[in-house]
């Protein structure tokens, strides 16, 4: 079936340090969304990528969609303590099916 | 604050237990989901229902027994569940979809423990 990595698995950082986390899956993708899911609490919808090469921006975050549409990432610049949590990509695999990725968990170190 | 709510927040429950987990929401959305999650995992699909239809159903055992009264509600019943059932029951709803999936908005979840 299809996989859906993200690496690293964990990340630590020094607060004020940047973050990325890399999603890569094993088909061709028709888009793709990003959550964060706070420890203790739930996913959260941050983004949805659909275009091949998309860059899309909020605030400190920046999220990309590979030009052969099979992996992207989210990248976070100067990291605070709100960053903590999971980060997980999410991929379909047909109308409402949702794959996660494995996710990432970052850390931050005040 | 969560628009999808989730109750109840926590339960436990012996192995012949019957209980029922709840979901709300009034977003005006369509589809509806359950997903299970165990600690340190994604949340894994369990159930969809789009237009108060069961559309996928991801060979999960019957002793999770999935209900969708209205488009408002929908409701998870637990029957003669293991210890590794053991986790936190996410539900979440969507806009239809159109030419691709839509955001997902989750709930708060329950976390069942099952002795």
């Known amino acids: 079936g299809q996989q859906v990595m993200q690496i690293p698995q964990y990340q630590h950082v020094q607060e004020g340090e940047d973050f990325t986390t ?6 061709t993708l028709s888009n793709i969304q990003w959550y964060k899911q706070r420890p203790g609490g739930h996913p959260v919808f941050l983004i949805q990528l659909v275009k091949s090469g998309e ?56 | 604050d969560t628009e999808v709510t989730q109750t109840p927040k926590h339960l436990v429950m012996g192995m012949t237990n019957k209980k029922s987990l709840k979901c709300e929401q009034h977003m005006g959305h369509r ?20 237009y108060e ?14 209900e969708c009264p209205n488009s408002s509600l929908l409701n998870l ?17 969507s806009p239809v979809a159109g030419p691709y999936n839509q955001p ?12």
């Open chain 1, 22 to 27: 890399y999603c890569n899956s094993s088909t």
């Open chain 1, 55 to 110: 860059v899309k921006k909020q605030k400190r975050l920046t999220f990309q969609f590979g030009e052969a549409k099979k992996n992207s990432s989210l990248h976070i610049t100067a990291t605070q303590t709100t960053d903590v949590g999971t980060y997980f990509c999410a991929v379909t695999s047909g109308t409402y099916k949702y794959i996660f990725g494995t996710g990432t968990r970052l850390k931050v170190l005040a």
């Open chain 2, 31 to 50: 589809a509806m989901y359950w997903y299970k999650q165990k600690a340190k995992k994604p949340p894994e699909l369990m159930f969809v229902y789009s």
């Open chain 2, 53 to 66: 239809k069961l559309s996928i159903n991801e060979s999960v055992p019957s002793r999770f027994s999935p």
């Open chain 2, 77 to 93: 019943h637990l029957h003669a569940l293991q210890p590794e059932d053991s986790a936190l029951y996410l539900c979440a709803s």
């Open chain 2, 104 to 115: 997902q908005h989750f709930g708060d979840g329950t976390r069942l423990s099952i002795l």
